[in-house]
């Protein structure tokens, strides 16, 4: 059964770099106004998953759908036009540009105005500024960085960073929403508020899912979650399952040691 | 139909054979660009220029220009000027290369306006004859014309491509030469030091160009320019082989001086250059790691 | 097979945070050079507007290479094959067809962007040095390709230019303001680009291309468009040097002249600005006008130029934290 057609899924997904697999063969289904999270000590292969899923990896077997049609051939720019977004865990913001700029990037794929309007001052070209310009400002205000915007990203603690590649990923109106460690670096008030908008953000045909370390916001905000170990789903379940779950007892209390 | 056939091997050969002598000297030329490109990243524009400033020396130390020495002598001289200059370049940019080799490759182009506009202020712009002591005969071998400059090049490539070969594979030197191009930070770690191994390979890279250099003259003249054109070729042996592998550029190194001979003869002496930028973006693409690369994926 | 390599803009200020600000930084000083540009014919005798002339036509070529810089992270080392193009469209309508700059420049513009476009495109996959070597290809097969097309370009004698815009001005103000129009044009170009929609993408393409990527913009087609945009102001820069010179020939567009080009953008750091694009103009034209009874010291003043600016570049940021820190300020 494919449960809800409303969903990204990845069936058998297997991912190796030179015989190292990373991917084991997964199976695993995202829906549709829920918050999935995914966790798994470092190295089980969380990001991998997410860069087969946005196509920036091409898992050697497998198929990816969503919506029910196949991604498989598609590049990862294609995927964008498609709502399906990402963070990144290593913020990946250009330093030429101000915070507000590197946001606008997220809702560039909407708009299509072409070279003319990038040299010459067309009314096209800037109104079609003004609106990624408002959008940005928006996803800002939402995460707590409104007066930011004209910060270079040198000029903010990585916290802060975070939070800006989080409303670069938002800001576009995303069908799907893949979170890499959003709250990574981020101290506990701010991880509240993130939970808060988090939540408010998942609506009924977003697909949301979270990577991260933080067990609390996995726990608090997330409707059911994939325990990933070595490539291969472990666990998966409501947050209540998953913590009952011995074998993830057992992988987080051996991963405390190191 | 038989008869016509024959011509053609007739031209073939000889022109197969001369491509490989002048190609032994574009691997002579590539080997340095890559020993440098390996250990360090960087891609020293400078080679031509100085290696054409160093043949000018020669020509100064052994005609009166600047002094009047024995061949020999004015060869150890203007080897060690060019070990000193070598050492020099790679004293100013050393800071540069830790920090990005495009800048450090950039700088190198600096080093070789230098080395152009000193050898200009020094010996003019005017053609100069540079005679080598080659022993003069010369034979008929299967069809083949093969005269004492041609061997003099074969001993000299295989002399001097062979004891760089086993200095890199057998000696000390030449492992921590490898293990640095193969993982830098992994071989800092071990204790190597990086510096002292790019040393090596800029003053291995200098004395391979001028003995390049010296080998081309007879078969042109010395000007300013003759050397640096010369090192392009070098530059296209260097691309087709990928680039960071010796094996490589040598057979690139002959690969170019077959194909371009061919090319010059069969279709056009006008176009050499096109033909080298085909050939280069050609490599590029369809060989993107050389062509003795083994096949493989790279990592995203 | 190509490393990610380290950003090569190593400049001042790149330490200090302000320096995604100083590249572009339309200053009060831009608008002040305009002026005096504007108003100098009329101040300073013909033979120096002539050589600003040439002047304007040089800072375009900075600009070309200094755009693939900030916009692609690469360098080039074979901008004179996009101008010998804008040359020889401005020369070859002009000769054949009596057409002045009004319809070549165009032309000029469109070629060289076309070029750009079909060089990028068997390139598209390399970068760094791999890419620097194959537009040192680019440039060596310029001169013998003019040479042998001589039933077009003239071959070894050139072209002369010498149709006029406006008939009537006098021929060395149009050279003049011919150039200066179009530097402006195309500093202002720039800077809208650098607000624009595609703008934004390709910086973010040339930093984290995996992340351009994940937003909707292809690494192929950032890497084709910077290419594009840069080969047709190596076109303009043509054009307008085969305007502003009144002549082409082949030895104006040979490797050194990419060389050269790239001196310049590196003396300039690289910089956007109409400030920045006149400094490395002025270098490239003013030092072989200065040492023209000894042409052997240019390549070795612009040699050390090179050597020098990069050093500054490396080292600024380190001499101006090490004099703030000796004066106990923040
Ligand atoms: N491009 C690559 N080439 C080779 N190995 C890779 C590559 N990408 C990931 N890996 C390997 O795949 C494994 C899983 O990595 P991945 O980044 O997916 O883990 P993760 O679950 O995200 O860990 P973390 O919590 O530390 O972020 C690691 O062993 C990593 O070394
Ligand atoms: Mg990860």
Redesign the pocket.
């Given at each position: 059964m494919d449960g809800t057609a409303n969903a990204l899924t990845g069936r058998g997904l297997a991912l190796s770099?030179?015989g190292?697999e990373?991917l084991k063969g997964l199976d695993v289904e995202f829906r549709a106004g829920e918050i999935t999270g995914l966790i798994?000590?470092?190295?089980?292969?969380?990001?991998?998953?997410?860069?087969c899923l946005t196509g920036a990896?091409r898992p050697q077997k497998g198929a990816i759908t969503y919506l029910g049609h196949a991604l498989d051939g598609l590049s990862p720019a294609a995927r964008a036009g498609k709502g399906i977004v990402r963070s990144f865990?290593h913020v990946a913001l250009s330093p030429d540009l101000s915070v507000l700029e590197n946001v606008m990037i997220g809702v560039a794929r909407n708009y299509h105005a072409g070279w003319l309007h990038a040299f010459l001052p067309t009314r096209r070209g800037t109104d079609e500024m003004a609106a990624m310009r408002a959008a940005a400002e928006g996803a800002l205000s939402e995460l707590g960085l409104a007066g930011l915007e004209h910060k270079l990203p040198s000029e903010l603690p990585p916290g802060m960073l975070r939070l800006v590649e989080i409303a670069r990923a938002i800001v576009g109106q995303p069908a799907v929403l893949l979170l890499?460690?959003p709250a990574a670096g981020l101290n506990n008030s701010e991880t509240r508020d993130l939970m808060r908008t988090l939540r408010k953000l998942a609506t009924s045909d977003l697909v949301m899912v979270v990577?991260e370390?933080d067990m609390d916001l996995v726990m608090s905000i997330c409707d059911r979650i994939y325990v990933?170990n070595f490539?291969a789903i472990v666990a998966c379940g409501s947050p209540q399952e998953v913590r009952a779950n011995q074998e993830v007892v057992r992988i987080y209390l051996g991963d405390d040691d190191d | 139909m038989s008869d016509g056939l024959g011509n053609i091997l007739l031209d073939l050969f000889p022109l197969m054979w001369s491509g490989m002598i002048t190609g032994c000297l574009y691997a002579l030329g590539a080997l340095g660009l890559v020993m440098i490109f390996k250990s360090s990243q960087v891609v020293n524009f400078s080679h031509g220029n100085v290696a054409g400033f160093a043949a000018f020396l020669i020509y100064g130390f052994s005609s009166g220009v600047l002094l009047n020495l024995s061949w020999g002598v004015a060869v150890l001289l203007a080897m060690i000027a060019v070990v000193a200059i070598a050492f020099l370049i790679y004293a100013v940019i050393s800071p540069l290369v830790f920090e990005s080799e495009l800048t450090a490759t950039i700088s190198t182009l600096g080093f070789g306006l230098i080395a152009q506009g000193a050898t200009l202020l020094i010996f003019g712009a005017d053609i100069v004859n540079l005679d080598l002591p080659i022993p003069r005969f010369s034979m008929s071998f299967l069809g083949l014309f093969i005269t004492g400059y041609d061997l003099t090049v074969l001993a000299v490539a295989v002399v001097t491509i062979g004891t760089l070969f086993f200095v890199v594979d057998y000696t000390k030197l030449g492992i921590a030469f490898r293990a640095i191009s193969e993982n830098p930070f992994a071989a800092e770690v071990c204790g190597l030091n990086l510096r002292s191994i790019h040393l090596f390979s800029w003053i291995v890279a200098a004395i391979l160009g001028v003995v390049g250099a010296l080998l081309i003259v007879p078969t042109t003249f010395l000007s300013v320019t003759t050397v640096a054109a010369f090192m392009l070729q070098a530059f296209a042996a260097a691309v087709i082989g990928g680039f960071a592998s010796l094996p490589g550029s040598l057979v690139g190194g002959i690969l170019i001086g077959i194909l371009m001979n061919l090319f010059t003869f069969y279709v056009s002496a006008e176009f050499t250059s096109t033909f080298l930028l085909v050939l280069i973006l050609l490599a590029l693409n369809v060989f993107p790691n050389g062509i003795l690369a083994r096949a493989g994926g790279s990592?995203? | 097979m190509s490393k990610s390599s380290a950003s090569i803009e190593t400049m001042p200020g790149s330490a200090s945070g302000n320096h995604a600000r100083g590249w572009l930084a339309a200053s009060g000083a831009d608008y002040l050079l305009a002026a005096v540009l504007f108003a100098l014919p009329f101040l300073i005798g013909g033979s120096w507007t002539f050589a600003l002339g040439i002047c304007f036509a040089n800072s375009i070529g900075v600009l070309a290479v200094s755009v693939l810089v900030r916009y692609g992270g690469e360098v080039s080392i074979g901008h004179s094959f996009f101008a010998a193009v804008g040359a020889y469209a401005v020369a070859i309508l002009d000769t054949r067809y009596g057409l002045s700059l009004v319809a070549s420049l165009p032309l000029a513009l469109v070629l060289g962007t076309v070029c750009g476009v079909a060089f990028a495109w068997p390139s598209r996959k390399l970068s760094g040095i791999y890419l620097a070597v194959s537009t040192m290809a680019l440039a060596l097969a310029v001169p013998e390709l003019i040479n042998n097309a001589d039933w077009l370009t003239g071959g070894y004698e050139g072209l002369y230019v010498s149709q006029s815009v406006i008939p009537g001005v006098e021929a060395s103000l149009q050279r003049y303001y011919a150039g200066l129009l179009a530097l402006i044009a195309v500093v202002y170009g720039l800077r809208r680009l650098r607000h624009s929609r595609q703008g934004l993408t390709l910086l973010l393409a040339k930093q984290h291309p995996a992340a351009a990527d994940a937003f909707g913009t292809r690494q192929v087609w950032a890497r084709i468009a910077v290419m594009g945009i840069s080969g047709g102001i190596g076109g303009v820069c043509g054009a307008i040097l085969a305007f502003a010179g009144s002549t082409v020939s082949p030895s104006s567009f040979t490797f050194w002249t990419s060389i050269f080009l790239l001196v310049g953008s590196v003396v300039s750091f690289y910089g956007l600005s109409l400030t920045r694009a006149l400094v490395g103009g002025a270098f490239l034209t003013l030092v072989p006008q200065f040492l023209s009874a000894s042409g052997a010291w240019i390549p070795v003043l612009y040699g050390l130029a090179l050597l020098g600016m990069i050093l500054i570049g490396h080292y600024l940021p380190r001499i101006r934290s090490f004099l703030f820190a000796s004066k106990g300020g923040a």
């Open positions: 770099f030179g190292i990373v798994g000590p470092n190295g089980a292969g969380k990001t991998s998953l997410f860069n990896y865990q890499d460690e990577v370390h990933l490539g | 990592r995203v | -």
